[in-house]
């Protein structure tokens, strides 16, 4: 069950037998629900289990006893605090029946979980070590610092101010854009370009800030993912691309507007990632860090996005910075980063 924390299971859901009560809000129905709800849960996808057992809250509340209701609402709040939605938490768990004994399993779920929403109602910054290469947001000061195992030139004539005209580190990167650096080989370029947007991402991560709400914690598990990002993370494969993208996106439309054929395919054991297929072209989405990033109490996600054409060898990479203040509708674009 929900109401023991994230690091205790879900009590398991005990079906009872039925009492009358209003259509699909028996015990037996409300058990499954909660059982779906607890799968949700469990695979990470916690704003379909907070409107699962909103839904469930909002049809059979009265058809429910206290016990029902305790524990419905200590998953609700559970739920909604792992969602990124910790005030929805504090509300629903002050709907808890006042008349639980207190020495009760819910009644003792329910303020652990209270206890939980309260707090400071901070959601830590997050990130994934699979791109930004840190376990924790307490390493990037370090791993600015730290020298890659390769170096890059500065093109002649460019940023000539500079003396030190070799390049092997994040803090060496400030100011310094892909077309200054002599980069030929076309694995080079990639793997630098990653390596830049890698540099700026982690100088973003060692000024985050808790955040007070989120509504893109959960975002790789909604169902049409592509309806909800802006246009302008399309490719922009051929000329005038980049243009058309950005303009559609200033119209609030999206990815999926521009590809109908647009679909995104999990990547087993990694929840931060998804391979991303479209209209002739194949590619990733990563997640690389969570956070408050511009001060605003508000979670932002800092997403990378590398496209190709099918058979071809060329790559449109970039990164974007994004929240969304409200749950649902099209994510608003902060940065973004060639």
């Not at 390493?139 to 610092?145: N, P, Y």
């Not at 990733?284 to 511009?294: I, K, V």
Request: charged share 25%.
């Amino acid at each position: 069950m929900l109401a023991l924390l994230v690091t205790l299971p879900f009590a398991r859901a005990r079906a009872v037998e039925p009492p009358v009560g209003a259509a699909r809000c028996s015990k037996a129905d409300v058990t499954r629900s909660r059982r779906s709800a607890e799968k949700l849960y469990r695979d990470g996808r916690y704003a379909e289990a907070v409107e699962s057992l909103r839904r469930t809250k909002e049809s059979c509340w009265s058809a429910l006893d206290a016990t029902d209701r305790g524990w419905l609402v200590s998953d609700l709040g559970l739920a909604a605090l792992r969602a990124g939605q910790p005030e929805l938490c504090r509300q629903v768990l002050d709907e808890a029946p006042a008349e639980l004994d207190a020495g009760s399993r819910v009644a003792k779920a329910i303020a652990h979980n209270r206890g939980l929403c309260q707090g400071d109602g901070a959601l830590p910054v997050t990130v994934f070590y699979s791109g930004l290469l840190i376990s924790s947001p307490a390493e990037a000061s370090a791993a600015l610092t730290r020298e890659w195992s390769y170096f890059v030139e500065l093109r002649e004539g460019r940023l000539a101010q500079r003396a030190d005209r070799e390049i092997d580190r994040c803090t060496e990167t400030d100011g310094v854009e892909l077309g200054d650096l002599n980069v030929m080989a076309t694995v080079d370029l990639y793997s630098t370009q990653a390596q830049l947007l890698r540099c700026r991402a982690l100088k973003m991560v060692t000024t985050a800030r808790p955040s007070r709400v989120s509504h893109v914690r959960d975002l790789f598990s909604t169902k049409a993912l592509g309806k909800v990002l802006p246009a302008a993370l399309a490719p922009a494969i051929v000329p005038g691309d980049a243009e058309e993208r950005s303009r559609a996106s200033g119209e609030g439309r999206t990815w999926n507007d521009l590809d109908s054929r647009l679909r995104f395919e999990p990547i087993p054991e990694r929840k931060e990632e998804l391979r991303v297929r479209g209209s002739g072209v194949t590619g990733d989405l990563s997640q690389w860090a969570l956070g408050d990033f511009n001060g605003d109490g508000v979670e932002d996600l800092i997403l990378l996005r590398t496209v190709s054409p099918e058979g071809g060898s060329a790559v449109d990479m970039a990164a974007f910075l994004l929240t969304r203040t409200q749950p649902g509708g099209v994510l608003t674009i902060l940065e973004q980063w060639k």
